[in-house]
C-alpha cells in the first residue's frame, strides 16, 4: 500500500492557519492508484492524477490536512466500512444498489460508455450504424459485457483483449473499428495518442461519478460535498477536468453543475435540504 500526505507545512504555505489545521484530524481517504488519469504512480513515488488534484483542493479548502493510500479497488469500500477511512477519493459509480449501503456526494463528474475511434475514421451518430462492424474491449470489464449483450442487436462484432491497452492497439491497427471503454480514460488516451480520437457517447450509460461514505458520515459527507460545490463555482473543477482529459467540459457537465440538495437526486442516502455554500 502506498501512502502520501499533504503535511499541515504545506497547507500553511498555501495561505491556511496552523491552528485551523491542527484542530482537525487528517482527512484518511483511498484510491485504485492504477486507474490513470484518475489516480496512477508518478516519478519519484507517489501518485497523481485528477482524484488526487481535486481531493487534495478539497481538503485545502475545508483546512484539514489529507492522507491518501493507493490500494486496489476491490479492497476499497470494505476498508472503509472497516473504519479505515473517512471516504473514497477514488471515483465510484453511483447505483442505486451501493446508494443503498453508502452515502455519496453528488457527481462531480459523468461517467458513460464512448467509442474510440482511428482518427480519420468516419464516426457514427448511433449505435445502428456499427453493424458490420469490430469493436474491441478489455476482457472481463462492464464494458465488455454491454458490447456482447447488445453486439446481436446492434450487428457488430465484439473481440476482447486482456487489457484496454491492447483493445486501443486493435483500434490503431485497423483490426477494429472502435474500442468501447470509460469517457475519461478514453479522453486521456487520446489526448496522449493522436492516432486516435474520441467517437460516440453512449448518453444512455451515463452515471455520477461520487464519493462514497459510510452511511454514519452524513455531516462529513456535507462538508465535503460543499467544498465540491464551490469549486464548480468557480471554475476549479472543470480546469482539472481539461487538464487531465484534454477537454472542456461543456456547460452542463458534472464538473460545472452544482445539484440541488445533498448527494445524487432521486437516490437512496439524497438529503434535499436547500443550502448555499459558503465559498469564502
Known amino acids: 500500500m502506498n501512502r502520501f500526505s499533504i503535511a499541515a507545512a504545506a497547507l500553511m504555505a498555501l495561505g491556511l492557519a496552523g491552528t485551523a489545521a491542527a484542530q482537525q484530524p487528517p482527512l484518511r481517504v483511498a484510491v485504485d492508484g492504477t486507474f490513470a488519469p484518475h489516480a496512477?504512480?508518478?516519478?519519484?513515488?507517489?501518485?497523481?492524477?485528477?482524484?488526487?488534484?481535486?481531493?487534495?483542493?478539497?481538503?485545502?479548502?475545508?483546512?484539514?490536512?489529507?492522507?491518501?493510500?493507493?490500494a486496489s479497488f476491490s479492497g476499497l469500500i470494505p476498508a472503509m466500512n472497516a473504519g479505515r477511512y473517512d471516504f473514497l477519493a477514488a471515483p465510484v459509480t453511483v447505483t442505486k444498489e451501493r446508494a443503498e449501503s453508502l452515502l455519496f456526494t453528488e457527481g462531480y463528474l459523468y461517467t458513460q460508455y464512448q467509442l474510440l475511434i482511428r482518427k480519420g475514421s468516419p464516426q457514427v451518430a448511433k449505435l445502428e450504424e456499427l453493424k458490420g462492424k469490430v469493436v474491441s474491449v478489455n476482457k472481463g470489464s462492464a464494458y465488455d459485457s454491454w458490447a456482447r449483450a447488445n453486439a446481436e442487436k446492434y450487428g457488430f462484432e465484439v473481440q476482447s483483449f486482456d487489457t484496454?491497452?491492447?483493445?486501443?492497439?486493435?483500434?490503431?491497427?485497423?483490426?477494429?473499428?472502435?474500442?468501447?471503454?470509460?469517457?475519461t480514460v478514453l479522453a486521456w488516451?487520446?489526448?496522449?495518442?493522436?492516432?486516435?480520437?474520441?467517437?460516440?457517447?453512449?448518453?444512455?450509460?451515463?452515471?455520477?461519478?461520487?464519493?462514497?461514505?459510510?452511511?454514519?458520515?452524513?455531516?462529513?459527507?456535507?462538508?465535503?460535498?460543499?467544498?465540491?460545490?464551490?469549486?464548480?463555482?468557480?471554475?476549479?473543477?472543470?480546469?482539472?477536468?481539461?487538464?487531465?482529459?484534454?477537454?472542456?467540459?461543456?456547460?452542463?457537465?458534472?464538473?460545472?453543475?452544482?445539484?440541488?440538495?445533498?448527494?445524487?437526486?432521486?437516490?437512496?442516502?439524497?438529503?434535499?435540504?436547500?443550502?448555499?455554500?459558503?465559498?469564502?
Not at 484496454?164 to 469517457?183: E, K, M
Request: with cysteine; proline share 6%.
Open 40 to 70: 496512477m504512480p508518478k516519478m519519484g513515488g507517489g501518485v497523481e492524477g485528477f482524484n488526487i488534484d481535486l481531493f487534495i483542493e478539497v481538503a485545502r479548502r475545508m483546512k484539514r490536512e489529507i492522507q491518501i493510500d493507493s
Open 164 to 183: 484496454n491497452t491492447d483493445a486501443i492497439q486493435a483500434v490503431i491497427a485497423g483490426r477494429a473499428y472502435a474500442n468501447l471503454a470509460g469517457n
Open 189 to 280: 488516451a487520446a489526448k496522449r495518442n493522436p492516432q486516435v480520437e474520441l467517437g460516440l457517447a453512449l448518453n444512455e450509460t451515463r452515471a455520477h461519478w461520487g464519493a462514497p461514505f459510510p452511511k454514519a458520515s452524513g455531516a462529513l459527507r456535507n462538508q465535503v460535498e460543499e467544498a465540491l460545490e464551490c469549486m464548480k463555482l468557480d471554475g476549479t473543477v472543470a480546469k482539472l477536468s481539461e487538464k487531465w482529459f484534454g477537454v472542456a467540459p461543456a456547460a452542463d457537465a458534472a464538473e460545472r453543475t452544482v445539484f440541488p440538495g445533498y448527494g445524487v437526486p432521486d437516490l437512496p442516502g439524497y438529503e434535499a435540504t436547500a443550502h448555499t455554500p459558503s465559498c469564502g
